[in-house]
C-alpha cells in the first residue's frame, strides 16, 4: 500500500511567520504534488514536481514555494504566512506509470 | 464552461436507494477519468477509475461518454457508510499536470 505522510495534521502560526510542510510517500514516486482545499472551491493545486530538484507552478503558486531534494519528500513553504493561507494543504504523490493520486492526511493550517 | 463541473448537493437519499450523478468536462481530448471519494475532514481516496467500456465495482457503477463528455457514478441499495463527498477527477492531457478536480458532490444517507 502507498503511503504518504504529512509532517503535522494541525499548525497554527502567526502572520509574517515563514512555514513548512513536509511530505514523505514510500513507493518511488515520480511526481509530488500539492494542493489546497478550501469550502466552495475544491482542491486546487498549488506546485507540482516530475523529478527531484524538478518543480512546476500549479493555478495557484503565489505565495508559496516548494523544494523536493529527494525523491521521498516534498516539501511546501510559505515564506510570509498570511491570514488568506489558511486552508487544509494536501500533499499527493503519484508514479508507477498510472495517472492514480495517493493523498497524505491533509495539514489544517491556521494563519492568525 | 467550467473544465470539471459537479453539482454540488447535498444530495439527500433514503438508505437502499439508488443514487446517480454526473460529472461533465469540457476537453474532448481528456484522456482518463476517475472517482475519489473524500470523508469529512479525510483525504481523497480512489473509488474506482473510469473505461470507456464502464466499470463496475460491487454496487458501484462508473460510466463515461466521451460524445457528450460526461462520466457518471451510480450506487445501488445505499449505505449509511457511502455518506461522502465524491469528486470526479479527469486527466485533459495525461501526465502529472493534466489532472483536474471537480469539486465534488455531497451526498448523503439518511437512515
Known amino acids: 500500500d502507498v503511503k504518504v505522510t504529512q509532517s503535522s495534521r494541525y499548525l497554527v502560526k502567526r502572520t509574517g511567520e515563514k512555514v513548512f510542510l513536509e511530505c514523505v510517500q514510500d513507493?518511488?514516486?515520480?511526481?509530488m504534488f500539492w494542493y489546497r482545499q478550501d469550502p466552495g472551491l475544491g482542491l486546487r493545486l498549488i506546485y507540482f514536481?516530475?523529478?527531484?530538484?524538478?518543480?512546476e507552478k500549479g493555478d495557484i503558486p503565489e505565495g508559496y514555494s516548494v523544494s523536493r531534494e529527494k525523491k521521498e519528500r516534498f516539501s511546501l513553504i510559505l515564506e510570509s504566512a498570511s491570514t488568506n493561507q489558511t486552508s487544509m494543504y494536501l500533499c499527493?504523490?503519484?508514479?508507477?506509470?498510472?495517472?492514480?493520486?495517493?493523498f497524505g492526511p491533509g495539514t489544517r493550517l491556521t494563519v492568525l | 464552461r467550467k473544465e470539471v463541473e459537479q453539482d454540488p448537493g447535498p444530495f439527500n437519499v433514503p438508505e437502499g436507494a439508488t443514487v446517480a450523478f454526473n460529472c461533465t468536462y469540457s476537453n474532448s481530448a481528456s484522456q482518463s477519468f476517475f472517482w475519489y471519494r473524500q470523508d469529512c475532514r479525510k483525504e481523497p481516496k480512489l473509488l474506482m477509475s473510469v473505461y470507456s467500456s464502464g466499470n463496475e465495482d460491487g454496487r458501484f457503477t462508473a460510466q463515461l461518454n466521451r460524445a457528450s463528455q460526461y462520466i457518471s457514478l451510480l450506487i445501488r441499495d445505499s449505505k449509511l457508510s457511502d455518506s461522502a463527498t465524491y469528486l470526479c477527477?479527469?486527466?485533459?492531457?495525461?501526465?502529472?499536470?493534466?489532472?483536474?478536480f471537480g469539486k465534488g458532490t455531497h451526498l448523503i444517507i439518511q437512515p
Open positions: 514536481s516530475y523529478d527531484v530538484k524538478m518543480k
Open positions: 477527477v479527469v486527466n485533459k492531457r495525461g501526465g502529472a499536470d493534466g489532472l483536474t
Open positions: 499527493a504523490s503519484m508514479g508507477g506509470g498510472t495517472d492514480t493520486q495517493y
Open positions: 513507493m518511488d514516486h515520480e511526481n
